[in-house]
């Protein structure tokens, strides 16, 4: 997966109870209020799933909320993030096999699609635990490993994540099995 450093930049809202006057205390309270409010967005079409705040470059002067007596705190930072690339090629496990094609999962994405027109020579073989399966009798079965290719993606606004579509078609891709 490409991970990518970019510089954001946002709002911190600090409630009077976590205010104190030593500045330490406040600097951690902005911190764990910053890093709450990027694990709570989990990922947007724009940047890719947010992996990790690396630095907080820059704290700005606070600004009272009169109504609440909240802080806000412009803040500048750089957050690790991690999109899907076309072209990519990961390595995945099967999580669900369907009769059309297998969900697989891949670090922060649950929703890779490959489709049974994109396996090549592999068929849809039903029974208790169904699998696909080729003449040279590779199989792809549910917990299995599979490296593909992404073939594309598309953002997904309601469970506000990627949906990836991949392919098995190509060079050293495919179930990978144990040796």
């Known amino acids: 997966m ?3 450093e970019i510089d954001m930049a946002g709002n911190i ?3 009077p109870d976590q205010l104190d006057t030593k ?3 406040l600097h951690k309270a902005i911190i764990l209020r910053l890093l709450q409010d990027i694990a709570s967005k989990k990922s947007t079409k724009e940047h890719g799933c947010y992996v990790a705040v ?3 470059n820059k704290i700005g002067e606070g600004k009272i909320r009169e109504l609440t007596g909240d802080v806000l705190f412009p803040v500048a930072f750089k957050c690790l ?3 899907p690339c076309k072209g990519e090629i990961l390595v995945g496990t099967v999580d669900k096999i369907l009769k059309h094609g297998i969900f697989l999962k891949s670090g922060p994405y649950d929703s890779i699609f490959l489709s049974e027109k994109k396996m090549g020579d592999y068929h849809f073989v039903a029974g208790e635990n ?3 399966m080729n003449e040279k009798r590779s199989k792809m079965e549910k917990d299995g490993m599979v490296r593909f290719k992404i073939l594309g993606f598309r953002w997904n606004e ?3 994540a990627f949906q990836v579509l991949a392919t098995i078609a190509g060079d050293f891709l495919g179930p990978i099995s144990d040796f």
């Open 2 to 4: 490409v991970f990518l």
């Open 13 to 15: 809202l600090i409630p």
């Open 54 to 56: 690396t630095s907080l």
């Open 23 to 25: 500045g330490l205390l």
């Open 130 to 132: 169904p699998v696909f």
């Open 158 to 160: 309601v469970d506000r």
């Open 81 to 83: 993030v991690q999109k």
